[in-house]
């Protein structure tokens, strides 16, 4: 596929990361909708791709994304955005199988922070800044931000953003739980390629199965995701069963488990 306002490549030793990134610098990654309808093409490809077993998506050192694009927005009406259901399709990252991880230098607003947290793992670089500043134009966030931030930070302090406007840094996503880690902003890539190197080795089925179980408990109650997760766990058995067959005398887990 033809990309302008993304790239997209193949990364890592076994060419099994895929690795994305927002790539409109003149307008700090603002999500228009081009650039969306690219990443959802781009994900497509990566979910039929079996080489690949983790996704990376990226920013700039400048923004990861400065939300959803401003001037596209601003001519829209009611009936339009209503019709159309302006941003429904951007659910679609969440509903992506492989696990897939955030790597955030710079602005993650409005949109980009919850394109952010739609991904599995977000990590920040030192200067990162997260935000939902819709509120400063006079509308709320459209793309699950008081659904998610409220899950990620507690409720006193997604109110805080969501209702101020008001950016948090990466010391301070890191310290409400936002993000799983803060790296330098020169070793960010870095960093998040080696974990999503080390999850792509992972048996596609394992992560695919522990990253349904985990988000499933976002959805059902905890009987319901504690039945989800046993019953995906003995499912795995089908597979390790023939680990443990393949692995006599060899041992050799890693080769098994890439073809698994
Ligand atoms: C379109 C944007 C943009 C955006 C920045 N730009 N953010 N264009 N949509 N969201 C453009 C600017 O117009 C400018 O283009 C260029 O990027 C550089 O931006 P500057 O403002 O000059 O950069 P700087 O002074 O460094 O300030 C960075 C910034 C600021 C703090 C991130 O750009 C900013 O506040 N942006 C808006 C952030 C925002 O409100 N996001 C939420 C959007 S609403 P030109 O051509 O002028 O040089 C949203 C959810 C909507 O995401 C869902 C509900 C409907």
Same mark, same amino acid.
């Given at each position: 596929?033809?990309?302008?306002?993304?790239?997209?490549?193949?990364?890592?030793?076994?060419?099994?990361?895929?690795?994305?990134?927002?790539?409109?610098? @003149?307008?700090?990654?603002?999500?228009?909708?081009?650039?969306?309808?690219?990443?959802?093409?781009?994900?497509?490809?990566?979910?039929?791709?079996?080489?690949?077993?983790?996704?990376?998506?990226?920013?700039?050192?400048?923004?990861?994304a400065? *939300?959803?694009?401003?001037?596209?927005?601003?001519?829209?009406?009611?009936?339009?955005?209503?019709?159309?259901?302006?941003? *429904?399709?951007?659910?679609?990252?969440?509903?992506?199988?492989?696990?897939?991880?955030? $790597?955030?230098?710079?602005?993650?607003?409005?949109?980009?922070?919850?394109?952010?947290?739609?991904?599995?793992?977000i990590? $920040?670089?030192?200067? #990162?800044?997260?935000?939902? +500043?819709?509120?400063?134009?006079?509308?709320? +966030?459209?793309?699950?931000?008081?659904?998610?931030?409220?899950?990620?930070?507690?409720?006193?302090?997604?109110?805080?953003?969501?209702?101020?406007?008001?950016?948090i840094?990466?010391?301070? #996503?890191?310290?409400?739980?936002?993000?799983?880690?803060?790296?330098?902003?020169?070793?960010?890539?870095?960093?998040?390629?080696? @974990?999503?190197?080390k999850?792509?080795?992972?048996?596609?089925? $394992?992560?695919?199965? #522990?990253?349904? $179980?985990?988000?499933?408990?976002?959805?059902?109650?905890?009987?319901?995701?504690?039945?989800?997760?046993?019953?995906l766990?003995h499912?795995?058995?089908?597979?390790?069963?023939?680990?443990?067959?393949?692995?006599?005398?060899s041992?050799?887990?890693?080769?098994?488990?890439? @073809?698994?």
């Open positions: 596929a033809f990309y302008s306002n993304i790239t997209v490549e193949k990364k890592g030793k076994k060419n099994n990361v895929g690795f994305i990134q927002l790539n409109r610098p @003149k307008a700090l990654n603002a999500l228009c909708d081009a650039l969306m309808k690219e990443l959802q093409t781009a994900l497509s490809d990566f979910s039929k791709d079996e080489e690949v077993g983790c996704v990376v998506l990226t920013g700039s050192n400048k923004a990861f400065a *939300g959803a694009d401003i001037k596209e927005m601003q001519p829209r009406e009611f009936a339009e955005v209503y019709k159309g259901d302006f941003l *429904g399709f951007w659910n679609s990252i969440s509903l992506f199988k492989k696990p897939i991880i955030a $790597a955030v230098n710079g602005y993650a607003l409005g949109g980009g922070c919850e394109i952010a947290m739609m991904c599995d793992i990590y $920040a670089g030192e200067k #990162a800044k997260f935000g939902q +500043p819709e509120i400063l134009l006079g509308t709320i +966030p459209g793309g699950g931000g008081t659904q998610r931030l409220t899950q990620a930070v507690g409720k006193s302090k997604a109110m805080e953003m969501v209702l101020t406007g008001d950016q840094s990466a010391q301070e #996503a890191l310290q409400f739980g936002l993000v799983a880690n803060v790296y330098p902003v020169e070793e960010l890539v870095d960093k998040v390629m080696e @974990k999503a190197e999850i792509a080795s992972m048996s596609q089925i $394992a992560t695919g199965m #522990a990253k349904e $179980a985990v988000n499933s408990s976002y959805e059902m109650t905890l009987a319901e995701g504690i039945h989800l997760e046993r019953r766990f499912s795995t058995f089908a597979t390790i069963l023939k680990l443990a067959i393949n692995s006599i005398g041992c050799n887990m890693g080769i098994i488990n890439a @073809k698994l």
